[in-house]
């Protein structure tokens, strides 16, 4: 019997859960995947939004703003990748200041400070390869961008420090109250609590829709990415967009905060919320519109192309706190789209403290502070490398020769609360295996490692979890299976 269960341990999720872990309770955080961050929240633009995009009045709006503020503070104590890079707009036409104008005094009622419309000569100052056609621009220097599975991997991580439970390969079918109890269905069983959140992304309006009197919809959109190789050097020091349209924020071209520069996205509503292909249709349309920023842009650095999608809402704003029409304490983080990172920590802070208020939990008297992420052996100097071999001999083996991963890290990975137990997961905690050869080259060691820390066969070690398994049997079986054919 739990005092809350949240189901979804995306960014949202993971950062309710944290909230939650200063109360004396017992919380467990479900996901369908096999590991934390695996839906929306490991695939997006990584982008902090300074808070100009969200029509005032709106929950975007508010808590894109006050989350965005909380991030410097929140990616250093958690050491998680952050860098205040800022953004620009752009305007080719005199019809795109006017939007620009609009922005601008929207982010102005937002609360965004700072913000100020440029010209061409400055716009060509700050970044030179810019398309020379540019009119104008909105500058945002309180944009910034942050490694987004990384963040949301280090809030589950102090969360678990601090009690919470995390329960991977349970997707939930349904919800429903009896006796003051709520009941959740997955596969492995039916967990009960005195409270549930639903946090479930694309799939949050059928568990929704079971408790609510109000049925809404979420549609998927699917927007789809290159990534360039980090060694080549980003043509741009800041995020560059464009002006905005009715599927969003619109195609742009950022440094992530690791160096590599990313285009995209696209924005296709489908139905199927899990489809995650990559199609020639979205990926010529990123490159199109890029051209529009960056005329030079080509193909040849791509080391990958990626797609995710996001759950809007078709009431186009996020839907936070108690279900409508439900039982008592059914709450809801839903609908959360872009700006929903951005907005992440302080939906986190405010719905933790609805839920712990409605639950009269008490504030637990001890609070593990967090274990910030490690500092990567790539982003070492050379004396700190040597003090972390001194530390642990695994420091001292490459394992991913293009991100230059060790050993140690990998195990560190593997080791730590809500630790790795797939090649992708190792990836994403590492970066083993997110450089030019795409783990052509470290995954089997990966794997080797994986089977001695888990106790496993490398039969049982997936990319991904479920059915991703990397082999499908031994050279004996294969041999046998011949000679009983022959």
């Given at each position: 019997?739990?005092?809350?269960?949240?189901?979804?341990?995306?960014?949202?999720?993971?950062?309710?859960?944290?909230?939650?872990?200063?109360?004396?309770?017992?919380?467990?955080?479900?996901?369908?995947?096999?590991?934390?961050?695996?839906?929306?929240?490991?695939?997006?633009?990584?982008?902090?939004?300074?808070?100009?995009?969200?029509?005032?009045?709106?929950?975007?709006?508010?808590?894109?703003?006050?989350?965005?503020?909380?991030?410097?503070?929140?990616?250093?104590?958690?050491?998680?990748?952050?860098?205040?890079?800022?953004?620009?707009?752009?305007?080719?036409?005199?019809?795109?200041?006017?939007?620009?104008?609009?922005?601008?005094?929207?982010?102005?009622?937002?609360?965004?400070?700072?913000?100020?419309?440029?010209?061409?000569?400055?716009?060509?100052?700050?970044?030179?390869?810019?398309?020379?056609?540019?009119?104008?621009?909105?500058?945002?220097?309180?944009?910034?961008?942050?490694?987004?599975?990384?963040?949301?991997?280090?809030?589950?991580?102090?969360?678990?420090?601090?009690?919470?439970?995390?329960?991977?390969?349970?997707?939930?079918?349904?919800?429903?109250?009896?006796?003051?109890?709520?009941?959740?269905?997955?596969?492995?069983?039916?967990?009960?609590?005195?409270?549930?959140?639903?946090?479930?992304?694309?799939?949050?309006?059928?568990?929704?829709?079971?408790?609510?009197?109000?049925?809404?919809?979420?549609?998927?959109?699917?927007?789809?990415?290159?990534?360039?190789?980090?060694?080549?050097?980003?043509?741009?020091?800041?995020?560059?967009?464009?002006?905005?349209?009715?599927?969003?924020?619109?195609?742009?071209?950022?440094?992530?905060?690791?160096?590599?520069?990313?285009?995209?996205?696209?924005?296709?509503?489908?139905?199927?919320?899990?489809?995650?292909?990559?199609?020639?249709?979205?990926?010529?349309?990123?490159?199109?519109?890029?051209?529009?920023?960056?005329?030079?842009?080509?193909?040849?650095?791509?080391?990958?192309?990626?797609?995710?999608?996001?759950?809007?809402?078709?009431?186009?704003?996020?839907?936070?706190?108690?279900?409508?029409?439900?039982?008592?304490?059914?709450?809801?983080?839903?609908?959360?789209?872009?700006?929903?990172?951005?907005?992440?920590?302080?939906?986190?802070?405010?719905?933790?403290?609805?839920?712990?208020?409605?639950?009269?939990?008490?504030?637990?008297?001890?609070?593990?502070?967090?274990?910030?992420?490690?500092?990567?052996?790539?982003?070492?100097?050379?004396?700190?490398?040597?003090?972390?071999?001194?530390?642990?001999?695994n420091y001292g083996r490459i394992v991913c020769r293009c991100e230059?991963?060790?050993?140690?890290?990998?195990?560190?990975?593997?080791?730590?609360?809500?630790?790795?137990?797939?090649?992708?997961?190792?990836?994403?905690?590492?970066?083993?295996?997110?450089?030019?050869?795409?783990?052509?080259?470290?995954?089997?060691?990966?794997?080797?490692?994986?089977?001695?820390?888990?106790?496993?066969?490398?039969?049982?070690?997936?990319?991904?979890?479920?059915?991703?398994?990397?082999?499908?049997?031994?050279?004996?079986?294969?041999?046998?299976?011949?000679?009983?054919?022959?």
């Open positions: 019997m739990y005092d809350v269960i949240i189901i979804g341990a995306g960014v949202v999720g993971c950062a309710l859960a944290r909230k939650l872990s200063q109360y004396n309770g017992a919380i467990a955080v479900l996901d369908a995947a096999e590991d934390v961050a695996d839906g929306a929240s490991k695939a997006n633009s990584g982008i902090v939004h300074a808070g100009f995009d969200a029509k005032p009045g709106t929950k975007k709006a508010y808590y894109n703003v006050r989350g965005a503020n909380m991030y410097a503070q929140l990616a250093k104590e958690l050491g998680v990748p952050y860098n205040p890079i800022g953004a620009l707009v752009l305007g080719f036409s005199e019809e795109d200041r006017a939007t620009l104008n609009k922005l601008l005094e929207q982010g102005k009622q937002n609360g965004v400070k700072e913000l100020r419309v440029i010209e061409r000569d400055e716009i060509l100052k700050l970044e030179p390869n810019t398309n020379p056609d540019v009119v104008c621009a909105l500058f945002a220097p309180t944009s910034a961008v942050v490694s987004p599975y990384e963040m949301t991997l280090a809030l589950s991580y102090h969360a678990a420090q601090n009690g919470v439970e995390f329960i991977f390969n349970s997707p939930v079918s349904k919800v429903y109250e009896e006796h003051d109890t709520w009941h959740v269905e997955t596969p492995q069983g039916v967990l009960e609590a005195r409270a549930i959140v639903n946090c479930a992304g694309v799939g949050a309006a059928d568990l929704h829709n079971q408790i609510s009197d109000q049925p809404l919809q979420i549609i998927p959109r699917r927007g789809e990415y290159y990534l360039l190789d980090s060694t080549v050097k980003c043509p741009f020091t800041r995020t560059m967009f464009q002006v905005p349209g009715k599927m969003g924020k619109g195609v742009l071209i950022s440094p992530t905060a690791h160096g590599n520069a990313l285009l995209g996205p696209s924005a296709e509503d489908i139905e199927d919320g899990t489809d995650t292909r990559t199609t020639r249709q979205g990926l010529d349309f990123v490159l199109d519109k890029c051209r529009l920023t960056w005329p030079k842009v080509n193909t040849r650095p791509v080391i990958t192309t990626f797609s995710g999608v996001r759950a809007h809402p078709a009431t186009d704003d996020f839907i936070i706190g108690p279900v409508h029409g439900a039982p008592d304490n059914a709450f809801e983080a839903i609908g959360i789209e872009s700006p929903g990172l951005s907005a992440a920590p302080a939906i986190a802070e405010e719905l933790g403290e609805m839920v712990a208020e409605h639950l009269k939990l008490p504030s637990a008297r001890f609070v593990r502070a967090a274990v910030p992420l490690l500092k990567p052996f790539a982003a070492m100097s050379e004396e700190e490398r040597k003090e972390a071999c001194k530390r642990d001999a230059v991963v060790t050993e140690a890290e990998i195990r560190d990975a593997i080791r730590r609360p809500v630790g790795a137990k797939s090649i992708d997961g190792v990836k994403r905690r590492t970066r083993a295996g997110m450089g030019r050869c795409q783990g052509g080259f470290c995954s089997p060691r990966v794997m080797e490692i994986l089977c001695e820390e888990l106790h496993c066969s490398p039969l049982d070690i997936t990319k991904c979890g479920g059915e991703s398994k990397l082999l499908v049997g031994t050279l004996n079986e294969i041999a046998k299976e011949g000679r009983r054919h022959e």
